[in-house]
């Protein structure tokens, strides 16, 4: 299979407290592992992207941690702002399908001063 | 260097006419998805596609739906016939040759009536 599941749906923090959203995917040879970020009414923008040699990467205030033993991933945005209120997809390279890639149903972030 | 093209912004159709959607890639990239989102889902997998070449549809219903990517001229999403279940926002993303990061549009978003 080539699911990709995203939790949680929905999740509401403070202003400068951190969030954290999880995604497990199934297909064992994915090799590479982006995250999007859509405002409304927008197309997905990326943001932080991983690849399957590394574990960790962080990119100022957003970071991204890879398991590929237990095939999970997860995204890291510490210090939120209003401003990162928005719907984050993550997403799984489709090991049979070239370049393509299949994505979680999302996250809808919600920062509150 | 301007980023993925999509046009029309917004199709109003009635049911059983056709939806022509247009993707023009970033300059230098030849590889071009589709994806289909509807309302407070994820983002589907439709098709991938090279410069006249449809490498993966797995993710496009058989019947009705067609993609092309000619060698000149922008990437079409062909809708016939549509009916109801069709209306949702339609993403292009477009990447360059050897590498995975993929680069989203602004969307189509259909409607049918």
């Known amino acids: 299979g080539e699911n990709v599941e995203q939790h949680p749906s929905t999740l509401s923090v403070q202003e400068g407290d951190s969030a954290v959203i999880k995604c497990t995917y199934s297909?064992?040879?994915?090799?590479?592992f982006p995250w999007y970020k859509q405002e409304l009414g927008k197309g997905p923008q990326l943001i932080i992207d991983i690849r399957s040699n590394v574990g960790e990467k962080k990119d100022q205030r957003i970071a991204v941690t890879l398991n590929k033993t237990a095939k999970h991933f997860s995204l890291h945005i510490t210090e939120t702002q209003p401003e990162d209120s928005a719907v984050y997809f993550c997403a799984a390279h489709r090991s049979n399908s070239g370049y393509a890639l299949n994505f979680g149903k999302g996250t809808s972030l919600l920062v509150t001063p | 260097n301007a980023g993925v093209m999509q046009n029309p912004r917004h199709l109003v159709r009635r049911r059983g006419q056709e939806a022509r959607l247009r993707c023009s890639p970033m300059k230098g990239h030849s590889h071009v998805y589709w994806y289909r989102q509807l309302p407070e889902e994820g983002l589907k997998f439709m098709v991938y596609?090279?410069?006249?070449?449809?490498?993966?549809e797995s993710g496009m219903p058989k019947e009705r739906f067609s993609a092309e990517f000619p060698k000149e001229g922008p990437s079409i999403l062909r809708i016939q016939q549509v009916v109801r279940g069709d209306s949702a926002a339609y993403f292009c993303a477009s990447s360059p040759p050897g590498l995975y990061t993929i680069y989203f549009g602004e969307g189509s978003w259909l409607t049918v009536v």
């Open positions: 297909d064992s040879a994915s090799n590479y």
């Open positions: 596609l090279q410069k006249e070449n449809i490498i993966d």
